[in-house]
């Protein structure tokens, strides 16, 4: 090995962006997901859920199209996304990720 290949230091980088994720993967519409009644969309961005419900029509609510419920972050990449109704009130959330894990998930509006 010659002296300049010993002498030369491996430079590496980590790369890391200060923004949430933006594109969305994956969508599932779901009914009394948050609550009685309610229309729930959940948005799978990368490693995040979105959960956003339709507004109460009139009021302050009203004035935004989908407000954001909550943000759940998801470890590892989010590859399918399904509602699956439970009992006659409520619906779970199915969350698979690309290591072959899963979630399931309910939204308990009084935690």
Known sequence: MSSSARNRKEVSHYVVTAFPPGAVLRTAACSNFTSENSKDVIIAKSR???????????GVESQQLLPLVATVPIHGRIVSLHAVPWQQS????????????YAVLGYDEDA
């Open 90 to 101: 409520r619906s779970l959330i199915f969350v698979t990720t690309d290591r072959w894990q």
């Open 48 to 58: 995040t859920l979105e959960i956003r419900t339709s507004p109460v029509t009139g």
